[in-house]
């Protein structure tokens, strides 16, 4: 028995969901429509436990990971405002097999390499789940966004879907149907226990990197040179799970790790079916280590919103006390500039200290950001310049 392994997640606790209020403005009133699993008052007790055990086998090179996953949830009022139990299981493996060539005599002073190590992990997650409810009979108790994100979603449900009042917005542009194709519910400590239904796939992913040595004879390191990571995902029931299209969440993400501060960066995604999200973007980043950092990139989005937008970032350690951040957007297509961000953060002996503004020009509207961090922390958000975190108070001297 010590071969398995077992997670799990228990809660339990009292959840209250209340309709968003009409917008008083009767310009945002006219484009005002709940969203699906919001359009009533509810509350009650929500519990649920949710468990997985795994079975870690070593076959000759491939690593596989066969797991069994189980919930069993309550909740005390439905979209209906009746009580619901819900029961779900997960059955699947997980598998990989990684390879390796190495080819020490290529070698280019033009591209920077000096031998070239190709790493490649296959990886592939295949289940099948089935839920004794349907994911919309409850309400959404655990949001997927933030509260600006869904004012924003109602009012695409009018501008870009057409859509009319009372009905809700097509079930393939419903972001509780995205997370459940990505098989949020599979995860043990998901970020909603709300998203649970019949799913059954197969997701293939192959991950790259070609290594090379860099540095001073005598002093060379491994680096990675480029990466590539590629995914794609099989739906058997496509009719059921992905809008009757047998391929899709596909996606990719690229790095040229051109020079020691240089760095080109591309990923993509892209869905199947008729309008599905598609999206490209490519950028460059010139980094000098504690000192700042440059930021150019361009994204295209094709499918419900078609945008071309560019993206500029910079981030500069002014002097031993402060550092300057700013970037801008703006959209090629009809939105025009989106809008500009400027602040300015202060390295404290105890704490970091950021102020600064930022123009939405797309949403006409103007805020204000005021954060602070302490500076001990392993990790900042704040603190980072160049790729690399701002050292503690006095680990570089006396300050």
Same mark, same amino acid.
């Given at each position: 028995?010590?071969?398995? *392994?077992?997670?799990?997640?228990?809660?339990?606790?009292?959840?209250?969901?209340?309709?968003?209020?009409?917008?008083?403005?009767?310009?945002?009133?006219?484009?005002?429509?709940?969203?699906?699993?919001?359009?009533?008052?509810?509350?009650?007790?929500?519990?649920?436990?949710?468990?997985?055990?795994?079975?870690? #086998?070593?076959?000759?090179?491939?690593?596989?990971?066969?797991?069994?996953?189980?919930?069993?949830?309550?909740?005390?009022?439905? /979209?209906?405002?009746?009580?619901?139990?819900?029961?779900?299981?997960?059955?699947?493996?997980?598998?990989?097999?990684?390879?390796?060539?190495?080819?020490?005599?290529?070698?280019?002073?033009?591209?920077?390499?000096?031998?070239?190590?190709?790493?490649?992990?296959?990886?592939?997650?295949?289940?099948?789940?089935?839920?004794?409810?349907?994911?919309?009979?409850?309400?959404?108790?655990?949001?997927?966004?933030?509260?600006? /994100?869904?004012?924003?979603?109602?009012?695409?449900?009018?501008?870009?879907?057409?859509?009319?009042?009372? *009905?809700? /917005?097509?079930?393939?542009?419903?972001?509780?149907?995205?997370? #459940?194709? *990505?098989?949020?519910?599979?995860?043990?400590?998901?970020?909603?226990?709300?998203?649970?239904?019949?799913?059954?796939?197969?997701?293939?992913?192959?991950?790259?990197?070609?290594?090379?040595?860099?540095?001073?004879?005598?002093?060379?390191?491994?680096?990675?040179?480029?990466?590539?990571?590629?995914?794609?995902?099989?739906?058997?029931?496509?009719?059921?799970?992905?809008?009757?299209?047998?391929?899709?969440?596909?996606?990719?993400?690229?790095?040229?790790?051109?020079?020691?501060?240089? *760095? #080109?960066?591309?990923?993509?995604?892209?869905?199947?079916?008729?309008?599905?999200?598609?999206?490209?973007?490519?950028?460059?980043?010139?980094?000098?280590?504690?000192?700042?950092?440059?930021?150019?990139?361009?994204?295209?989005?094709?499918?419900?919103?078609?945008?071309?937008?560019?993206?500029?970032?910079?981030?500069?350690?002014?002097?031993?006390?402060?550092?300057?951040?700013?970037?801008?957007?703006?959209?090629?297509?009809?939105?025009?500039?989106?809008?500009?961000?400027?602040?300015?953060?202060?390295?404290?002996?105890?704490?970091?200290?950021?102020?600064?503004?930022?123009?939405?020009?797309?949403?006409?509207?103007?805020?204000?950001?005021?954060?602070?961090?302490?500076?001990?922390?392993?990790?900042?958000?704040?603190?980072?310049?160049?790729?690399?975190? /701002?050292?503690?108070?006095?680990?570089?001297? #006396?300050?």
């Amino acid at each position: 028995m010590d071969r398995l *392994t077992w997670y799990e997640h228990t809660h339990v606790g009292y959840a209250r969901l209340r309709t968003a209020t009409v917008p008083l403005d009767p310009a945002d009133a006219a484009k005002f429509d709940l969203m699906a699993g919001e359009e009533t008052n509810v509350s009650g007790i929500r519990a649920a436990t949710r468990h997985e055990i795994d079975l870690p #086998l070593q076959l000759g090179a491939v690593k596989a990971v066969p797991y069994i996953l189980g919930e069993l949830a309550f909740y005390g009022e439905d /979209v209906s405002g009746t009580d619901a139990t819900r029961s779900y299981g997960q059955v699947g493996i997980r598998a990989s097999l990684p390879m390796w060539q190495r080819r020490p005599n290529v070698r280019s002073k033009l591209l920077n390499i000096n031998g070239i190590a190709h790493k490649v992990v296959f990886d592939a997650d295949v289940f099948w789940s089935d839920a004794s409810e349907n994911l919309d009979r409850f309400p959404r108790y655990d949001t997927l966004d933030d509260d600006s /994100v869904e004012h924003f979603r109602r009012r695409f449900f009018f501008d870009t879907f057409a859509g009319i009042p009372g *009905t809700n /917005v097509a079930a393939r542009f419903d972001e509780r149907f995205f997370a #459940l194709r *990505t098989n949020m519910q599979g995860n043990v400590t998901a970020s909603s226990a709300d998203i649970v239904d019949d799913l059954t796939q197969a997701r293939l992913g192959i991950r790259q990197r070609w290594q090379t040595k860099r540095g001073l004879a005598g002093r060379q390191r491994t680096v990675d040179w480029i990466s590539l990571d590629l995914e794609a995902v099989l739906f058997p029931k496509p009719g059921r799970d992905n809008f009757s299209q047998e391929v899709g969440l596909l996606d990719y993400h690229l790095r040229w790790y051109v020079g020691d501060r240089f *760095t #080109l960066l591309s990923d993509g995604f892209a869905d199947c079916f008729g309008d599905g999200l598609r999206m490209v973007t490519l950028g460059g980043i010139l980094s000098r280590p504690e000192r700042g950092s440059i930021y150019l990139g361009m994204r295209v989005l094709a499918g419900p919103i078609d945008s071309k937008l560019m993206h500029g970032a910079i981030s500069y350690r002014m002097s031993e006390k402060w550092i300057g951040i700013a970037s801008t957007s703006f959209d090629f297509g009809d939105a025009g500039n989106i809008g500009q961000s400027l602040a300015v953060t202060r390295i404290g002996e105890s704490a970091l200290i950021r102020v600064g503004m930022h123009v939405d020009e797309s949403r006409d509207n103007v805020g204000i950001q005021f954060a602070i961090e302490p500076r001990f922390m392993p990790s900042s958000r704040l603190g980072r310049v160049g790729g690399v975190q /701002v050292p503690p108070a006095g680990a570089n001297g #006396l300050e």
